[in-house]
């Protein structure tokens, strides 16, 4: 099975890599990709220390470049910071995955929007073929890669709005809440995936309110939702 940064690589907003000295055979953005992947899926357990130590031995490099990617993470939410007590996994954290859900729906039932004013119809029907495709193959695919396939549906659907910075923003949401989201599929299956294929009927008609509501409603979660998910997942990554 790909791993959680090759499969979204593809759907991530194209930015310029750093030129980075190798250092045992890995760059700086390399070693980075490969600890998000951990922090992303929790590799190691949520309120954990990060033992640099151990990291740095793991992937043959120095604490300089380690540094240089924790920190990275640190920036955008995915591991803590503690003066004098180094970094730490972020906690499965109830409001914090709830406020997270909350962005995302603000984002794309905005992005929709947009989209429904200047999506190029090539573009939603290049989507819409992206997505059968992946329902073809969805009962043989394990639930980690179907949440990133639908993780990169969703990026393209904002996309379609022309703005680049809410594609940022989505990009960062998807990574933070991507664990809970497996959870989810696991324990609910396909349900939601239909949806999709309403949405982008509702892009193509320029149905605008049409348009929002469905996205609202696909993307919007209650809060005892997302306990009895959060609960999983702590049970999950605590007995694994």
């Not at 590799?43 to 954990?48: A, H, N, V």
């Not at 193959?137 to 680049?164: I, W, Y």
Request: with cysteine; charged share 30%; proline share 3%.
């Amino acid at each position: 099975m790909a791993s959680y940064s090759s499969l979204i690589r593809e759907s991530r907003p194209r930015v310029r890599e750093t030129t980075a000295p190798k250092r045992a055979g890995i760059t700086v953005n390399e070693l980075y990709e490969q600890l998000k992947a951990m922090a992303v899926l929790y590799t190691i357990r949520p309120g954990e220390r990060v033992n640099e130590l151990e990291l740095a031995q793991k992937f043959e490099v120095s604490r300089t470049p380690l540094r240089e990617a924790l920190n990275r993470l640190v920036a955008e939410n995915l591991l803590n910071f503690v003066p004098n007590r180094g970094f730490f996994v972020r906690e499965l954290n109830r409001q914090d995955i709830f406020d997270l859900f909350e962005l995302r729906r603000s984002v794309e039932s905005s992005a929709v929007l947009l989209a429904v004013q200047r999506a190029d119809p090539k573009d939603v029907r290049a989507l819409r073929k992206f997505w059968k495709d992946v329902m073809k193959s969805k009962t043989q695919a394990p639930a980690p890669e179907l949440v990133t396939r639908d993780e990169e549906f969703h990026v393209r659907l904002v996309a379609l709005s022309g703005n680049n910075e809410m594609v940022r923003v989505l990009y960062g949401i998807n990574a933070r809440i991507h664990f809970v989201r497996w959870v989810d599929l696991e324990q609910r299956g396909h349900d939601a995936f239909a949806e999709h294929l309403d949405i982008l009927d509702a892009i193509e008609s320029r149905d605008l309110e049409r348009c929002r509501a469905l996205t609202e409603t696909h993307i919007t979660w209650r809060m005892e939702e997302i306990a009895k998910v959060v609960d999983a997942g702590v049970v999950k990554l605590f007995s694994r």
